[in-house]
């Protein structure tokens, strides 16, 4: 009887050791598991995060580029402004080198007659 008895506890106490693995097992695996999530949303904000300025970089680059090619504009009217400016000037001048040249001309007809 005694025996039983003891044999009882034994089976009981093991039962509880059992258990209290079981427990301590369930529980490591629920930390991991949280630790695995926590991990995986931090990779998943910093990539976020890369995203995002990237995407900004690449909204700054392309106003840059736009800045440029206005000035490049710009700097094409100004250009072509400044042609327009130096051919008007030129045949300013022809005419009036021509005028001189009609001038001296009408000189010497008149000195002829």
């Known amino acids: 009887m005694i025996m039983m008895m003891v044999m009882k506890v034994m089976i009981m106490m093991l039962m509880m050791m059992m258990m209290m693995m079981m427990m301590m097992m369930m529980m490591m695996m629920m930390m991991t598991m949280v630790m695995l999530m926590i991990m995986m949303m931090i990779v998943l904000m910093l990539m976020m995060m890369m995203m995002m300025m990237m995407m900004m970089m690449m909204m700054m680059m392309m106003m840059m580029m736009m800045m440029m090619m206005m000035m ?15 051919m ?13 040249l009609m001038l001296l001309l009408m000189m010497m007809m008149m000195m002829m007659i």
């Open 72 to 86: 490049m504009m710009m700097m094409m009217v100004v250009m072509m402004m400044m042609m327009m400016m130096m």
């Open 88 to 100: 008007m000037m030129m045949m300013m001048m022809m005419m009036m080198m021509m005028m001189m």
